[in-house]
């Protein structure tokens, strides 16, 4: 019984010759359905992580080089979760477009992966994390197109919604992760600054935990759950005492829909 065979055709000395690749009668599966693919021409470069079947070429590994090598996964996680938290909607609902050449919400969405990805200034995301990923490609935006004046006025952009982003956030992680309001817990820390920060009214010499009494600082107090999912910041001066800014931090998060317990909260404040 005839048994059909895959072979290659080559050149010798003494005319053409064939040597036998694989019997297709032996063939598993996989071998057969990318020799099919490879028969009808079907195309065979599909979307990432999607349902396709196993396909095989022939590569000359001597001759294969790696050049331009990009950060792909830490990039592309962080752009799913942001669209698992809705941040895509809301940032284009909240920045609208306007005559800009690069649309603020995706300026945000580069400040989010980069923070979560690679967390350092704007000056290092704009000249070494934005052209070492593969955001260019994900994002549609030029390295030409990101540098660190449009990466500030991103922030700008930015701070006016802060309370807009920290509303939309606390309700979407209560619906992903089941959190619950009944305790919050919150703390205070403190960063330095190197230089005089002059124009940083809040830049001020306090108590520092980084034990610099020479340096200016700022305090920072965080409210989280009680399972420590950070719900909403405040940035005090350097100078403040920590237990001066419990008042301000609960009428901080008083208007956010919290329940009932951030009205106990504020009327334990007035005591």
Not at 22 to 30: F, H, K, T, W
Not at 75 to 86: A, H, K, V
Request: charged residues 25%; contains cysteine; glycine residues 8%.
């Amino acid at each position: 019984m005839a048994t059909g065979a895959l072979v290659k055709s080559y050149r010798t000395n003494r005319g053409p010759r064939q040597r036998v690749v694989s019997y297709l009668g032996q063939a598993d599966e996989p071998l057969r359905c990318g020799m099919h693919q490879r028969a009808t021409g079907a195309p065979y470069q599909r979307m990432l992580f999607d349902d396709i079947e196993p396909a095989w070429v022939e590569v000359n590994t001597s001759g294969i080089r790696v050049e331009n090598c990009l950060d792909f996964g830490g990039p592309w996680l962080g752009l799913e979760l942001i669209r698992w938290l809705g941040l895509t909607e809301l940032f284009n609902q909240l920045m609208d477009g306007g005559r800009e050449d690069v649309p603020w919400s995706l300026m945000a969405m580069v400040l989010v992966i980069a923070r979560l990805c690679d967390c350092s200034s704007e000056l290092h995301i704009a000249e070494h994390f934005y052209k070492d990923t593969v955001l260019c490609d994900i994002l549609g935006v030029g390295q030409d197109k990101i540098n660190d004046d449009r990466l500030y006025r991103a922030l700008d952009q930015l701070l006016p919604h802060k309370e807009s982003l920290e509303i939309h956030l606390k309700d979407r992680l209560g619906t992903l992760f089941g959190l619950e309001y009944d305790i919050l817990l919150y703390d205070v820390t403190s960063t330095y600054f190197e230089g005089q920060a002059k124009s940083n009214n809040l830049a001020q010499r306090g108590y520092s935990r980084d034990h610099r009494s020479d340096c200016k600082q700022v305090c920072i107090g965080l409210v989280v759950s009680k399972c420590g999912m950070p719900l909403g910041y405040c940035v005090f001066a350097g100078n403040r005492h920590d237990s001066t800014t419990v008042e301000e931090i609960v009428e901080t998060i008083h208007p956010f829909p919290f329940g009932t317990f951030a009205e106990k909260i504020h009327d334990w404040s007035s005591f």
